[in-house]
Nanobody
Framework: HVQLVESGGGSVQAGGSLRLSCASSGSIYDTMCMGWVRQAPGKDREGVAAIVSDGTPGYARSVKDRFSISKDYEKDTVYLQMNSLKPEDTAMYYC???????????????????WGQGTQVTVS
């Protein structure tokens, strides 16, 4: 059973950058879809990025060209590099995973079955 632990959140001024990390207690299998989902206060969860076995990424329109998702198989870790941050990026960010890559880039949060505890990102 895979467990996910996020780190790297914090407070930053608009235009700044942060890198989130998601360490997995188990191996990130080739058949897994790994992603990042965020939730701002009073808003629905929003899938922002996902990555599949061959390293192909997918992004929500709201973060495309600003965020970059990557993974390190040796470290069983997924990263989210966030650049040009905006106040509207303020949210709790969750790492999520599921087996099977079908519809991975739909970024539908309810498709993910394994979740981390979240890390807060605040942009002022």
């Amino acid at each position: 059973h895979v467990q996910l632990v996020e780190s790297g959140g914090g407070s930053v001024q608009a235009g700044g950058s942060l890198r989130l990390s998601c360490a997995s207690s188990g191996s990130i299998y080739d058949t897994m879809c790994m992603g990042w989902v965020r939730q701002a206060p009073g808003k629905d969860r929003e899938g922002v990025a996902a990555i599949v076995s061959d390293g192909t990424p997918g992004y929500a329109r709201s973060v495309k060209d600003r965020f970059s998702i990557s993974k390190d198989y040796e470290k069983d870790t997924v990263y989210l590099q966030m650049n040009s941050l905006k106040p509207e990026d303020t949210a709790m960010y969750y790492c999520a995973a599921r087996v099977g890559i079908g519809r991975c880039f739909d970024l539908y949060w309810a498709d993910f079955g394994v979740w981390g505890q979240g890390t807060q990102v605040t942009v002022s």
